[in-house]
C-alpha cells in the first residue's frame, strides 16, 4: 500500500506553513523536526507569484490556494522511462503545459508581473546575453495569443501519432528541445539580418519544435497527409505549410498583432530533416 499525499486546507504558502504541513504528515511531528534539526532533511519554499513550490529533500510540493500537493519525482521518472500515463496521452500532457502556460500569460497583467513572463518564457537575443538560456526551452510552450495556441494545438495533434510511431519518448522530447532550439537560434541570428533596420526579435510559441516533427517525418515515413481533397507526401505538406506562412506573416489577436516566424519554422524543420538523415 503506498502512501498517498495529503492535502492543507490552513498552512498557507510561507515556509513555516510548509513545515507545519509536512509535520502533519507525520505520527509524531517531532521526528521531522529533529530530522531537519540534525540536517537530515531541508526544507526550503519558493514563491512563483501564483502558486509557491516546496522542497523536502528529493520530495516536491506546489502550493496553491491555501493547499499544498506533492507532484511526482519527475527526474526519477524520466530515468526510468516511465510516467503516470499512457504513450498515447502525451499530447494531452503536451498540451496541458500549453494551457498552464497561456493562463500565465492571460493572467500576468493582474496576479503577475508580465515582463516576468517575456524575461522566462520568451525567446530574445537579450535574454540570451543575460544569461537566461532555459528562455529557449520555455519559450517552446509559450503561446501569448490565444489564437495562437489553438493552432498550434491543433498542429500539434495531427503530427503527433506518427512521430510516435517512429521515436521513444525521450527521442521525441530530444526532437522537441534541439529542433525547437536550432529554429529559434536561426531566427535570433538571421530574421534581424532579413528585416529592414535589423529589430530585435523575440521568439516564442511550438511551432519551430513542431515543423522539427514535420522534417523528421519528411525523412522517415512513407505516410501521406490527406489535406485540401488530394494526398501529400511529408514533404510536399511541409513545403505547403511554409508558403501559408508567408503569405500570413501577419496577423491580429487577443494581445494585438502578431508576425509568423518563418525562419524558426523553416530551421526547426531542417533541423529535424537533418537529424532524420544521419540516424
Not at 78 to 84: D, F, K, L, Q, V
Not at 188 to 205: D, N, Q, T
Request: hydrophobic share 45%; glycine share 10%.
Amino acid at each position: 500500500m503506498e502512501r498517498m499525499p495529503r492535502t492543507s486546507l490552513d498552512e498557507g504558502w510561507s515556509e513555516d506553513g510548509f513545515r507545519q504541513y509536512l509535520r502533519n504528515q507525520r505520527t509524531f511531528a517531532l521526528t521531522h523536526r529533529l530530522a531537519e534539526s540534525f540536517g537530515f532533511i531541508q526544507v526550503h519554499v519558493r514563491n512563483i507569484g501564483l502558486a509557491a513550490l516546496g522542497f523536502e529533500g528529493s520530495r516536491t510540493f506546489v502550493g496553491a490556494f491555501d493547499r499544498w500537493v506533492e507532484v511526482p519525482n519527475l527526474l526519477a521518472a524520466w530515468r526510468s522511462g516511465e510516467t503516470a500515463w499512457a504513450k498515447d496521452r502525451d499530447p494531452d500532457a503536451l498540451l496541458c503545459v500549453f494551457i498552464v502556460v497561456s493562463g500565465l500569460w492571460l493572467l500576468s497583467p493582474w496576479r503577475m508581473d508580465r515582463h516576468w513572463m517575456g524575461r522566462h518564457f520568451v525567446a530574445s537575443t537579450y535574454n540570451v546575453r543575460k544569461g537566461r538560456l532555459w528562455c529557449i526551452a520555455l519559450a517552446q510552450v509559450s503561446h501569448q495569443q490565444l489564437e495562437h495556441l489553438i493552432v498550434n494545438s491543433l498542429f500539434m495533434y495531427s503530427i503527433m501519432v506518427p512521430i510516435q510511431d517512429l521515436l521513444g519518448r525521450r527521442q521525441i522530447c530530444y526532437l522537441y528541445l534541439g529542433g525547437g532550439a536550432c529554429g529559434v537560434l536561426l531566427s535570433l541570428w538571421l530574421s534581424p539580418k532579413l528585416m529592414s533596420g535589423g529589430p530585435s526579435v523575440e521568439c516564442l510559441g511550438a511551432s519551430s519544435s513542431l515543423y522539427a516533427f514535420l522534417g523528421y517525418l519528411m525523412c522517415k515515413s512513407s505516410l501521406v497527409v490527406r489535406w485540401l481533397g488530394r494526398d501529400w507526401t511529408w514533404g510536399e505538406f511541409a513545403a505547403a505549410q511554409l508558403l501559408l506562412d508567408i503569405g500570413t506573416r501577419h496577423g491580429f489577436g487577443s494581445f494585438g498583432t502578431w508576425q509568423t516566424d518563418v525562419v524558426a519554422h523553416a530551421g526547426g524543420a531542417a533541423a529535424g530533416w537533418a537529424l532524420a538523415s544521419y540516424t
